[in-house]
């Protein structure tokens, strides 16, 4: 998918504009960002319910590792705490519906 057209943003952020095929793939499934040897960087897209709910006791087993193995103060990145409130956020959401 080369056909994707960048414009000019500032250094830390990339605006990548999608062709309608590429955006019905958006819609229609998940997208990896792979390095160029293959290591899988980020997804971003859509995935099914049971995957999104799979991935996400995934996550909230991670955080609880995290805290139980934590012997003292956790020092954490501004991402990691935007990440921590999200997957409490994904949890509240589940609870409630």
């Not at 019905?24 to 897209?45: H, N």
């Not at 859509?46 to 590792?65: G, K, M, W």
Request: charged share 20%; glycine share 4%; proline share 4%.
């Amino acid at each position: 998918m080369n056909t994707a057209t960048r414009k000019t943003a500032p250094k830390s952020r990339r605006i990548v504009t999608l062709d309608p095929s590429q955006y019905a793939l958006y819609q229609s499934g998940q997208l990896d960002i792979c390095a160029p040897d293959g290591t899988r960087l980020e997804s971003i897209g859509h995935l099914p319910a049971v995957n999104q709910r799979t991935r996400f006791v995934d996550q909230l087993s991670l955080v609880e590792a995290l805290v139980v193995n934590c012997n003292g103060s956790l020092e954490l990145s501004d991402r990691a705490i935007a990440s921590l409130a999200d997957i409490l956020n994904q949890s509240q959401h589940m609870i409630e519906s």
